[in-house]
């Protein structure tokens, strides 16, 4: 019996990590994609001119992050996309350029990042100067 309850005791400290373990390992890999793919936006806008209308133009229309939803872009030079840009605590925009993010492991999100549905977000801010989670930013 007490083998059962020292086990059960170790059982309940152990899955808990382990989950945790599991889902920081998915937000690098968030953090990681968004790297990529701001690196594919930015050479396609050099060459162009212009940044692409969705993802699919630079190859990545089908890529989804590590949750299995597909990365949200943004294209905030497009006068179709004023005003959407996402909007930090004190309301400013994220990014002058493009935003590009994940939904995180909830799958929803709000356009500012402060609201609690959104803190989960793998964003990318700054211009791509920070890539991270909503949270930290």
Do not use: H
Not at 18 to 25: A, G, H, S, V
Not at 30 to 57: F, H, M
């Amino acid at each position: 019996m007490l083998v059962l309850a020292i086990i059960g005791v170790l059982m309940g400290i152990a899955i808990p990590k382990y989950q945790d373990y599991r889902e920081r390992i998915k937000q690098a890999q968030a953090i990681q994609d968004i790297r990529v793919i701001q690196i594919l936006v930015k050479s396609y806008a050099e060459d162009s001119g212009s940044y692409p209308a969705s993802l699919a133009t630079v190859g990545n229309g089908g890529k989804l992050d590590p949750w299995g939803r597909p990365y949200v872009y943004l294209d905030l030079t497009s006068p179709k996309n004023m005003g959407k840009a996402r909007k930090d605590r004190r309301l400013f925009p994220l990014n002058s350029d493009f935003d590009l993010y994940s939904l995180g492991k909830d799958g929803v999100s709000a356009a500012p990042i402060g609201s609690a549905v959104s803190l989960d977000d793998v964003i990318r801010a700054a211009g791509g100067g920070f890539i991270g989670l909503a949270k930290r930013y």
